[in-house]
């Protein structure tokens, strides 16, 4: 068995250590806004928080999260600073299909949680491993530093 703490929650788990955290997340927890986009890790559609760093769940063995904590959009939205990020993601149209977003989200929280007044380039560098296909990432760049700035104090 592996026990692990989901979205504040533990959480124990009879999957197999070689199986995929993004596998039993969709097809166990019924946890859909992690996304199942390339399964190779280069895409960000699948990403969470373990232990506080972003993760693809596509790359990571249930095997290697016996007590660890995994954050999905689903726990994050339901915080003070997601609030400050989809408005200021609203505020912009940095939201086209939604495909990308949740991963997009979780990324903006792990860039602001490091460094809550982020330049240009570390914004851009920091959601690198999330591709979006819909806005040309201009919209979500402007995003992120709107949040930095109307959510001051929060990260």
């Known amino acids: 068995m592996i026990k692990f703490i989901l979205n ?12 995929r955290l993004l596998d039993v997340l969709r097809n ?17 559609a699948c ?6 760093r972003l993760a693809n769940s596509c790359m990571v063995a249930m095997g290697s999260i016996d007590g660890s904590t995994v954050t999905t959009i689903e726990g994050y939205s339901e915080t003070e600073r997601y609030k400050v990020l989809d408005k200021a993601y609203a505020s912009v149209s940095a939201v086209q299909c939604g495909f990308c977003i949740p991963g997009m989200i979780l990324a903006s929280e792990c ?28 919209a979500i760049v ?8 109307e959510g001051k104090g929060l990260w």
Do not use: M, Q
């Not at 504040?8 to 199986?19: I, L, M, R, Y």
């Not at 166990?28 to 960000?44: A, H, N, P, R």
């Not at 949680?113 to 591709?131: F, H, Q, V």
């Open 8 to 19: 504040g929650k533990e959480v124990t788990s009879n999957a197999k250590g070689n199986e």
């Open 28 to 44: 166990d927890l019924s946890i859909t806004g992690v996304k199942c986009g390339c399964k190779e890790g280069e895409c960000g």
């Open 47 to 52: 990403s969470v928080i373990l232990d506080g």
């Open 111 to 138: 860039i602001l949680a490091k460094n809550p007044n982020p330049t240009e380039e570390e914004i851009r560098d920091g959601i690198s491993g999330n591709l979006c296909r819909c806005t040309g990432y201009n």
């Open 142 to 149: 402007n995003a992120i530093g709107i949040a930095a700035k």
